[in-house]
């Protein structure tokens, strides 16, 4: 994690973190919460807030770490699902504040143990913000301070993976040859933009159901596809196939309904 911002320099930022009102705990999230991160990677601190905390103060804090002047974004300040932060460079580690509501984060807790969930439209998000990632942040994060608890208790909401969620997902492909037969049409036009978005929502909406099946969850779409190969089941080596299917497109009919037939044949997690 470097020479600066070792563990018990981020659990120090945290701790002066849930001093300001209203911030009821941070996390260690992202790859760095994962093991999968890069040298290169940020750090992403999690603030877990009420809808009283005090942003200025936060900014405060902030920029005693950076030694500039630095702002919050609030709610609604990166689109409608991604709550705000900002983004840090403390002693030459960029540091990314991600602040999430904990009014949302419950909601998101329930719905995922009741199986339900949906994609939103959100920038940055292609294939759209998936609401229980917030679920998958709470169990799969490090806690760095948790005075009252709330993380324990989200945690054990969604610890194991429901299985009500998992057969939500896997029933979610039936979506799969639905969009790859409207694909068709789209390759009889050599409508290469048309074909291309079908096949990669396709591949995408089963590499979530792989992850599912594997009780894994996901919180971003970033190494979604890639990450099927490393999960702990037979996955009939769907990444690689994945892979060479969409980097293979083309822009002939010929060419495009090729790849509509690969897309079709990629390996699919049972029910």
């Known amino acids: ?26 996390t260690l999230g992202g790859s760095r919460a994962r093991g999968t991160h890069r040298p290169d990677s940020d750090v992403d601190l999690g603030l877990y807030i009420d809808p009283d905390a005090d942003l200025d103060a936060v900014a405060a804090v ?37 602040l999430r509501d904990v009014g949302r984060v419950t909601e998101q807790c329930a719905r995922a143990a009741r199986g339900e969930f949906a994609f939103h439209p959100q920038p940055g998000h292609p294939l759209g913000f998936l609401d229980v990632a917030y679920a998958g942040e709470v169990a799969g994060c490090v806690p760095l301070c948790d ?21 939500a997902f896997l029933a979610n492909l039936w979506q799969v040859d639905f969009l790859l037969d409207g694909a068709v049409k789209g390759a009889k036009g050599s409508d290469v933009a048309y074909v291309t978005l079908c096949a990669t929502t396709v591949t995408m909406l ?21 990450g099927v190969a490393r999960l ?40």
């Open 232 to 271: 702990d089941i037979v996955t009939g080596g769907f990444s690689d196939a994945a892979s060479a299917a969409l980097g293979a497109i083309g822009t002939s009919t010929a060419e495009l309904q090729a790849t509509i037939d690969a897309v079709r044949a990629l390996p699919r997690p049972d029910r």
């Open 147 to 167: 005075p009252s608890g709330l993380l324990a208790e989200l945690t054990d909401r969604v610890t194991p993976y429901p299985e009500a969620l998992r057969d």
């Open 62 to 98: 902030a920029s005693g770490w950076t030694g500039r002047h630095e702002t919050i974004a609030g709610r609604g300040g990166w689109g409608p699902w991604v709550e705000g932060g900002a983004w840090l460079t403390v002693d030459r580690i960029p540091v990314d504040l991600i």
């Open 1 to 26: 994690m470097g020479t600066v911002l070792d563990d018990d320099r981020l659990r120090e930022m945290a701790a002066e973190l849930c001093e300001v009102r209203g911030v009821r705990a941070v």
């Open 206 to 226: 089963l590499a979530h159901g792989w992850h599912a099946a594997a009780g894994s969850w996901v919180t971003t779409e970033k190494g979604l596809v890639t």
